[in-house]
């Protein structure tokens, strides 16, 4: 049992316990970093199979996706929040632009395929998500704010550098 | 994090989902061509389900292979020569001589209304015969068809009617 300076006794195991959380949040940024980076490549690049869905419906909509453009900004997004998860730069952002195409492939998954590892292909992506939100839900709890006041520059100030004092 | 650390993490990061795609569409695993194609067999409509199982079973004379990819395995036959099960289809099929250009058809019309698919054609068993004015019935469920009638009418060798069966 180790002391704090003032020699109250301080447990480790919150300590412990916090970098298995951090290594497994990682874990799941630079697996699901490297999985949307790879995948949004093939798009363009093919470095394996690239069939339409496994399902009608998966079919159909990648099909209609795919006709009318809407799948190269699809990819696009995989590509960007791919590279951005691995080089563990802007991550919230990177999360969050993640989350509707990642949301999108797991109800493809898990409500409309049949298979079981469709099935659990989407739970892990889910999980995968929800660790990485827990992981930086510091980052997010300002917007959980139900009452917010009214809209100011402060924002806009911040951005640019320009603080009030 | 260190830099050493953050760039086996980005190796990793990359290879794992990597290899369990490449593991996945491999003939092996849950994702290979065939589970594909099964996907893409079960999106076809009617008509490309009958389309294709005329090309392989009877343009292709590979009629046991087409009756196994475009049948169900429960398909009901009401073809009054076979049992009517799937491998009845087969047995019936398989003891034809496909080796001598027999039998030939044309198809003269084919007409789809949702899951209901009517081929109407011309079917000559045997060289030199007139052959058989023919109507198949199909019901497609699910890139498979799951019930079959047939009518068979000969072609006359002499015919009242001056304009042909066709």
Request: proline share 6%; charged share 20%.
């Amino acid at each position: 049992m180790a002391t704090t300076f003032q020699g109250a006794p301080v447990d480790k195991k919150p300590a412990a316990n916090s970098r298995l959380f951090t290594g497994l949040v990682y874990g799941a940024q630079f697996f699901f970093g490297g999985w949307f980076l790879a995948h949004g490549l093939n798009y363009w690049l093919g470095f394996f199979p690239q069939p339409h869905g496994s399902s009608s419906t998966s079919r159909e909509l990648i099909l209609a996706l795919i006709s009318s453009g809407l799948f190269d900004i699809v990819k696009a997004v995989e590509v960007v929040t791919g590279v951005l998860l691995l080089l563990n730069l802007f991550v919230p952002l990177a999360i969050v632009l993640a989350v509707p195409v990642a949301l999108s492939i797991v109800h493809l998954n898990v409500l409309e395929n049949d298979d079981p590892f469709s099935k659990g292909t989407g739970i892990v992506i889910l999980l995968l998500l929800g660790l990485m939100a827990a992981g930086r839900l510091d980052r997010y709890l300002p917007m959980l704010a139900m009452r917010c006041g009214d809209p100011s520059l402060s924002g806009l100030r911040s951005l640019f550098g320009r603080h009030q004092n | 994090m260190r830099p050493a650390t953050h760039l086996l993490a980005i190796i990793a990061g990359i290879a794992a989902p990597v290899g369990i795609t490449f593991w996945t569409t491999s003939a092996a695993g849950p994702r290979s061509a065939a589970h594909y194609a099964a996907v893409e067999q079960k999106a076809m409509g009617t008509r490309e389900v009958i389309e294709a199982f005329e090309k392989m079973g009877i343009d292709e004379r590979k009629p046991k292979e087409a009756v196994l990819a475009y049948f169900s395995p429960d398909v009901v036959d009401h073809d009054p020569g076979v049992k009517g099960d799937r491998q009845s289809i087969i047995d019936y099929l398989d003891k034809r001589d496909w080796s001598t250009g027999v039998p030939q058809r044309t198809i003269r019309h084919i007409v789809v209304e949702g899951d209901i698919g009517v081929v109407h054609h011309h079917i000559v068993r045997k060289p030199g015969e007139k052959g058989i004015a023919a109507v198949d019935i199909f019901r497609v469920k699910d890139g498979k068809v799951v019930e079959h009638w047939d009518v068979l009418q000969p072609i006359p060798e002499d015919m009242v009617n001056s304009n042909g069966m066709f």
